[in-house]
């Protein structure tokens, strides 16, 4: 396993992070995502601190704050020391049913914050993210409040999950104008089959030195290897239940085409391919794997020894990479003399 600073820090965390989405779901949309109780997480969570991993992301949001409780309770149960794990957590989502038990105010973090100590058991939170952008809360109020916690080490990290490129930058240029908490992280979607964020966010990331933690790195199950053409055993998939992110279902079976084709050569599953893929991407700081299984969550963890040649991300590259567009096509024409 492989360690790397998170953005501009002095904290290394290790190139797999791994995720607590199944951990205590029930029946609703969590519950379609995992259903884990306490023993099955405790498995999950001593196998990745064996392999390495000493890098765990939760939200308060997952199963309704059961992922947290869970999440703390394994680190106590398995005895993992504090000062050998970093913990990251997010708040945004509803928690009540209240007005204000949402959103990015300094009322819900403020609330949230204290809520999901006490959930995780712990005395601090090593990164503390926005899980999304708020609309309706200035962006410096948010700042303020994080900063706050910061200050009085409630929180040791901020970052962000799920905004805009333009929305990140301006929250640093708050964050440096007053002199607040410094942003290092954004947790964002990025796949072989979701490539999105390479036209606004890879170029800003790259530019202001943020650690990019990659969620759904197998496309919600779409980049396991068991969803052919024809989805004949779709059936024993997430996606059957919960068919998200959205995936460009022509491009991704080209892809999985040629994944399948290198995946042969290394002796590796899919899975494998799809996250080495990802690892060999210098943007990418840690990428967020999560399972069910206990196979599943080794096979995942033995994507990190999987080394792609340069043919073969070509390859990938040639079979995935976006299509033309403005304002790219003629940034990259007019900055071409420039480079």
Same mark, same amino acid.
């Given at each position: 396993?492989?360690?790397?600073?998170?953005?501009?820090?002095?904290?290394?965390?290790?190139?797999?992070?791994?995720?607590?989405?199944?951990?205590?779901?029930?029946?609703?949309?969590?519950?379609?995502?995992?259903?884990?109780?306490?023993?099955?997480?405790?498995?999950?969570?001593?196998?990745?601190?064996?392999?390495?991993?000493?890098?765990?992301?939760?939200?308060?949001?997952?199963?309704?704050?059961?992922?947290?409780?869970?999440?703390?309770?394994?680190?106590?149960?398995?005895?993992?020391?504090?000062?050998?794990?970093?913990?990251?957590?997010?708040?945004?989502?509803?928690?009540?049913?209240?007005?204000?038990?949402?959103?990015?105010?300094?009322?819900?973090?403020?609330?949230?914050?204290?809520?999901?100590?006490?959930?995780?058991?712990?005395?601090?939170?090593?990164?503390?993210?926005?899980?999304?952008?708020?609309?309706?809360?200035?962006?410096?109020?948010?700042?303020?409040?994080?900063? !706050?916690? $910061?200050?009085?080490?409630?929180? &040791?990290?901020?970052? +962000?999950?799920?905004?805009? @490129?333009?929305?990140? /930058?301006?929250?640093?240029?708050?964050?440096?104008?007053?002199?607040?908490?410094?942003?290092?992280?954004?947790?964002?979607?990025?796949?072989?089959?979701?490539?999105?964020?390479?036209?606004?966010?890879?170029?800003?990331?790259?530019?202001?030195?943020?650690?990019?933690?990659?969620?759904?790195?197998?496309?919600?199950?779409?980049?396991?290897?068991?969803?052919?053409?024809?989805?004949?055993?779709?059936?024993?998939?997430?996606?059957?239940?919960?068919?998200?992110?959205?995936?460009?279902?022509?491009?991704?079976?080209?892809?999985?085409?040629?994944?399948?084709?290198?995946?042969?050569?290394?002796?590796?599953?899919?899975?494998?391919?799809?996250?080495?893929?990802?690892?060999?991407?210098?943007?990418? !700081?840690? $990428?967020?794997?999560?399972?069910? &299984?206990?196979?599943? +969550?080794?096979?995942?963890? @033995?994507?990190?020894? /999987?080394?792609?040649?340069?043919?073969?991300?070509?390859?990938?590259?040639?079979?995935?990479?976006?299509?033309?567009?403005?304002?790219?096509?003629?940034?990259?024409?007019?900055?071409?003399?420039?480079?």
């Amino acid at each position: 396993m492989r360690y790397r600073q998170l953005g501009p820090s002095g904290l290394f965390v290790s190139e797999l992070c791994l995720g607590t989405m199944t951990f205590g779901g029930s029946d609703d949309m969590w519950g379609k995502i995992g259903q884990l109780d306490q023993d099955a997480a405790d498995g999950l969570v001593r196998t990745a601190f064996d392999a390495g991993i000493n890098f765990i992301d939760t939200a308060n949001v997952y199963a309704g704050g059961a992922s947290e409780r869970i999440t703390g309770q394994a680190l106590k149960n398995l005895g993992i020391p504090r000062d050998e794990v970093v913990v990251a957590t997010k708040v945004l989502g509803p928690m009540g049913e209240g007005v204000n038990a949402r959103g990015a105010s300094r009322y819900h973090i403020m609330d949230q914050c204290r809520q999901s100590l006490e959930r995780l058991q712990l005395d601090h939170i090593d990164l503390y993210q926005i899980h999304g952008f708020d609309p309706a809360t200035p962006i410096v109020e948010t700042l303020e409040a994080l900063s !706050t916690l $910061v200050s009085h080490n409630h929180v &040791r990290y901020i970052g +962000l999950s799920n905004w805009a @490129a333009w929305q990140v /930058v301006k929250a640093i240029g708050i964050a440096e104008a007053r002199k607040l908490a410094p942003i290092l992280s954004l947790q964002a979607y990025y796949t072989l089959v979701g490539r999105d964020l390479e036209r606004e966010i890879v170029p800003m990331l790259k530019s202001e030195g943020l650690g990019l933690m990659v969620w759904s790195p197998l496309a919600g199950g779409f980049l396991s290897g068991k969803y052919g053409r024809d989805d004949e055993q779709a059936g024993n998939g997430r996606r059957t239940g919960f068919d998200f992110p959205p995936v460009d279902r022509e491009r991704g079976d080209a892809a999985i085409d040629v994944m399948r084709d290198i995946a042969a050569d290394h002796d590796a599953s899919v899975a494998q391919i799809a996250l080495a893929w990802l690892l060999h991407q210098d943007v990418v !700081t840690s $990428v967020i794997v999560g399972a069910r &299984r206990v196979d599943q +969550l080794t096979d995942n963890i @033995a994507a990190a020894g /999987v080394a792609l040649s340069g043919d073969e991300l070509d390859r990938l590259n040639a079979v995935t990479e976006l299509p033309a567009e403005y304002p790219g096509w003629m940034l990259e024409r007019q900055g071409g003399y420039r480079a």
